[in-house]
T-cell receptor
Framework: GNSVTQMEGPVTLSEEAFLTINCTYT??????LFWYVQYPGEGLQLLLK?????DKGSNKGFEATYRKETTSFHLEKGSVQVSDSAVYFC???????????FGTGTKLQVIP | ETGVTQTPRHLVMGMTNKKSLKCEQH?????MYWYKQSAKKPLELMFV???????ENNSVPSRFSPECPNSSHLFLHLHTLQPEDSALYLC?????????????FGPGTRLTVT
């Protein structure tokens, strides 16, 4: 089956620190990969995506590169802000619209 | 209205009550989803609909009854719930064709069962 593994949280960083949230996956077939973000009291929002190997998704200073050889899609940001505090979900889709698998989420807390 | 909307945003109900959650999407998508999000648990997919047809039911108890009258509206009818059903219920929509199927979520309904 398909699965997504994310690093356990919470992750606590000081403002302007470098962020990495690890995500690895297993999939039957060639998945598309996503990062979603959930701010407190809200639903999930698509942050970025990549649909083929070596693609880099980017948005709002966040980046993730689709690494087929290591089955990974790690999320990075060079300088985090307090407003980035949220829960981040890695996800994949393969084999159809109903076949989306989410990771368990990683809570990020950025302190001033 | 744009995107995916959900009402109500908060709901408190007793175990003998009957209530409904509503979701509406303004994105022209064909697929709609109900998820349950509980503290310290992975996101749980409950139901998937495509053009009003249910295509997935992930062993959800019958006290949860979905309804999809058209491709823009999705309901979740609730009756005789248990306290462990307290959670955030999220609705989402997506295209059903293409290559990547990114989902667009509503803000959720925070349900408390007393």
């Amino acid at each position: 089956g398909n699965s997504v593994t994310q690093m356990e949280g919470p992750v606590t960083l000081s403002e302007e620190a470098f962020l990495t949230i690890n995500c690895t996956y297993t999939a039957t077939g060639y998945p598309s990969l996503f990062w979603y973000v959930q701010y407190p009291g809200e639903g999930l929002q698509l942050l970025l995506k990549a649909t083929k190997a070596d693609d880099k998704g980017s948005n709002k200073g966040f980046e993730a590169t689709y690494r087929k050889e290591t089955t990974s899609f790690h999320l990075e940001k060079g300088s985090v802000q307090v407003s980035d505090s949220a829960v981040y979900f890695c996800a994949l889709s393969v084999g159809g619209y109903q076949k989306v698998t989410f990771g368990t989420g990683t809570k990020l807390q950025v302190i001033p | 209205e744009t995107g995916v909307t959900q009402t109500p945003r908060h709901l408190v109900m007793g175990m003998t009550n009957k209530k409904s959650l509503k979701c509406e999407q303004h994105l022209g998508h064909n697929a709609m989803y109900w998820y349950k999000q509980s503290a310290k648990k992975p996101l749980e997919l409950m139901f998937v609909y495509n053009f009003k047809e249910q295509t997935e039911n992930n062993s959800v108890p019958s006290r949860f009854s979905p309804e999809c009258p058209n491709s823009s509206h999705l309901f979740l009818h609730l009756h005789t719930l248990q306290p462990e059903d307290s959670a955030l219920y999220l609705c989402a929509s997506s295209q059903d064709t293409g290559s990547s199927y990114e989902q667009y979520f509503g803000p959720g309904t925070r349900l408390t069962v007393t």
